[in-house]
């Protein structure tokens, strides 16, 4: 069965720090990966995506980067975190082919505290 | 993308059903229309996904109208656990990237 998994669940981070937040996709190949953000009592921001290793696409032009050195692994950092930072951060995945085309399943998320 | 919208906040009683439109007016022809629900701390899941016409599961309906430009989630009866954000989804025809709209905060009150 496919699963996703996302860490840390929880971190509380000083302004200026840097961030790794890791997402690992197990049973599926070739997923389209996702990393989404949540500010408190607000919608979900696409930050990046990626449809292949190396390949990120870039939608919120900001302090964070992404990379997928597996085909399985994707990883959200920052050099410099933000107080805007903060925020609930979701991975996920897309596999082609299935029944409902499209489908997002989504990992636990990582909440953010930037003080 | 398609770009959405939707009503921001919707109240309701238990047992009522809940009905929910999104726009999309420049939906591609090969353009899902997916409906997800997400709980406070946790991922969206999916609800109902159609393509046009009606689609109908076990916790929803979907109404799609011949022209596409909009859809309507239908909850039957309510319930207070169903108190959530409803988002509505276009794409993926050529095109991997998947942005949210808003949402739809609906409350439930007993």
């Known amino acids: 069965s496919q699963t996703i998994h996302q860490w840390p669940a929880t971190l509380v981070q000083p302004v200026g720090s840097p961030l790794s937040l890791e997402c690992t996709v197990e049973?599926?190949?070739?997923?389209?990966l996702y990393w989404y953000r949540q500010a408190a009592g607000r919608g979900l921001q696409l930050l990046f995506y990626?449809?292949?290793?190396?390949?990120i696409s870039s939608e919120v032009p900001q302090n964070l980067s992404a990379s997928r050195p597996q085909d399985w692994q994707f990883i959200l950092s920052s050099k410099k975190l933000l107080l805007s930072d903060s925020g609930f951060y979701l991975c996920?995945?897309?596999?082609?082919?299935?029944?409902?085309?499209?489908?997002?399943?989504f990992g636990e998320g990582s909440r953010l505290t930037v003080l | 993308l398609a770009k959405t919208t939707q009503p921001i906040s919707m109240d309701s009683y238990e047992g009522q059903e809940v009905n929910i439109t999104c726009s999309h007016n420049?939906?591609?022809?090969?353009?899902?229309i997916t409906w997800y629900q997400q709980f406070p701390s946790q991922g969206p899941r999916f609800i109902i996904q159609?393509?046009?016409t009606k689609v109908t599961n076990e916790v929803a309906s979907l109404f799609i109208p011949a022209d596409r430009k909009s859809s309507t989630l239908s909850l039957p009866r309510v319930s207070l656990s169903d108190t959530a954000v409803y988002y509505c989804?276009?794409?993926?025809?050529?095109?991997?990237?998947?942005?949210f709209g808003a949402g739809t905060t609906v409350t439930v009150r007993a």
């Open positions: 996920a995945y897309v596999t082609l082919g299935l029944a409902h085309p499209g489908e997002l399943f």
């Open positions: 049973g599926t190949s070739n997923p389209n």
């Open positions: 990626s449809v292949g290793i190396g390949q």
């Open positions: 420049n939906i591609a022809t090969n353009d899902y």
């Open positions: 159609g393509y046009k």
């Open positions: 989804l276009v794409g993926l025809s050529n095109d991997y990237k998947l942005s």
